[in-house]
């Protein structure tokens, strides 16, 4: 039987590099493609690292009932179609989708089964640090992460596990315990 996997964690906390890591040693797992309505940087493809939508044929798709999940950020819209799931599904595809909290909540209550695992930063200082470090926001852009990070912490009480993210190999090792152990 195949496994949904949803990924959650705050912004800066690493969580991408921890499923690339994890991805590369278990090739049998596939990372979910998203849709979004932002437009594509360089070097992505359409299909393979989003479903690239406009902004009006994403609306449809939310008044349709596509989505399994979706939020907007930043004046862009994310979303996960239902109908990409279930075919995953039924193709035996173990799948991890990279989500925000309340996307994954939203999975869990109709698809019960679906595994969430919240990856957590060793302390907000060192989130804060982190995002910082990376010198590509604003200091109010960095404020409202912190604010949305809080709220992200407090929802991973609902999740079926917490990894601390203080060392990327630590972190994909606890991913390997719960993934391929249940």
Partial sequence: ????????????????????????????????????????????IDGINYFFLTKDEFETCIDNNEFIEWAEFSGNYYGTKKEF????????DNMILEIDTKGALNVKKLIPESELIFIAPPSLEE???RLRGRHTETEEAIQKRLASIKLEIDNSKYFNHIII??????????????????
């Fill in 85 to 92: 799931i279930a075919k995953s599904v039924q193709n035996g």
């Fill in 165 to 182: 993210n203080d060392t990327i190999e630590h972190a994909v090792s606890e991913l390997e315990k719960i993934i391929l152990h249940n």
């Fill in 1 to 44: 039987m195949s496994k949904l996997i949803v990924i959650s964690g705050s912004s800066g906390v690493g969580k991408g590099t921890v499923i690339k890591s994890f991805l590369e040693k278990h090739p049998e797992f596939k990372l979910s493609v998203s849709c979004t309505t932002r437009a594509p940087r360089e070097g992505e």
């Fill in 127 to 129: 989130l804060e640090s």
